[in-house]
């Protein structure tokens, strides 16, 4: 069980807005910032986002993060077959005074 | 070309012992906190440890406490995981990865070395 919550799967068509959730508590999404990860099996994961809504270069602004509370979201516009991927939130959490990755959302691109 | 390399995983029996190694090249490492993170087959990330700058501050996730140990070495540009006592549940990719703060700002991640506990 993790700290953070995702659904473990999305799915979208291409040319689709997808959205992922993240949900956590007031000792990690609520007071800190939330991280994006996207993740393709056998490579490394990549930063999608940082601090919440902050896309690294890079990375196409069909990407975009956002934050509410001890919610977060991670939203996909223009779906496209190479987004098909496993997408991971992360951030750090007070209580546990350490890193906490959400479970994990594998994005199908049907 | 910023590089992370991890090297030491292997094969080892439960109740063994492994350290794995990540050398960093192409960036300032004395400078950044380092993480290692590991993916068990068919399961998400999970973090495990990360260490500051200058070795002064270190986090580990609870359940691994007392196990294993993150260290580094500014001067060989190298970080490093002593793991003890493994389980089968240890079995994973392991990766090292960089960051400006104890936050999962990880910027830089290695390829990952794989670690199969099993008898």
């Known amino acids: 069980q993790s700290v953070l919550t995702q659904p473990p799967s999305a799915s979208g068509t291409p040319g689709q807005r997808v959205t992922i959730s993240c949900s956590g508590s007031?000792?990690?999404?609520?007071?800190?910032?939330v991280y994006w990860y996207q993740h393709l099996p056998g490579t490394a994961p990549k930063l999608l986002i940082y601090?919440?809504?902050q896309r690294p270069s890079g990375v196409p602004d069909r990407f975009s993060g956002s934050k509410s509370g001890t919610s977060a979201s991670l939203a996909i516009s223009g779906l496209r077959s190479e987004d098909e991927a496993h997408y991971y939130c992360?951030?750090?959490?007070?209580?546990?005074?350490?890193?906490?990755f959400g479970g994990g959302t594998k994005l199908t691109v049907l | 070309e910023v590089q992370l390399v991890e090297s030491g995983g292997g094969l080892v029996q439960p109740g063994g012992s492994l350290r794995l190694s990540c050398a960093a090249s192409g960036f300032t490492f004395s400078s950044y906190w380092m993480s290692w993170v590991r993916q068990a087959p068919g399961k998400g990330l999970e973090w495990v440890a990360n260490i500051n700058q200058d070795r002064s501050q270190k986090y580990y996730v609870d359940s691994l406490k007392g196990r294993f140990t993150i260290s580094r070495d500014n001067a060989k540009n190298s970080l490093y995981l002593q793991m003890n006592s493994l389980r089968a549940e240890d079995t994973a990719v392991y990766y090292c990865?960089?960051?400006?703060?104890?936050?999962?700002?990880?910027?830089?991640w290695g390829q990952g070395t794989l670690v199969t506990v099993s008898s």
């Open positions: 990865a960089s960051g400006i703060s104890w936050e999962p700002y990880f910027q830089q």
């Open positions: 992360a951030g750090w959490d007070g209580s546990l005074s350490g890193v906490v």
């Open positions: 007031s000792s990690n999404i609520g007071r800190n910032y």
């Open positions: 601090w919440n809504n």
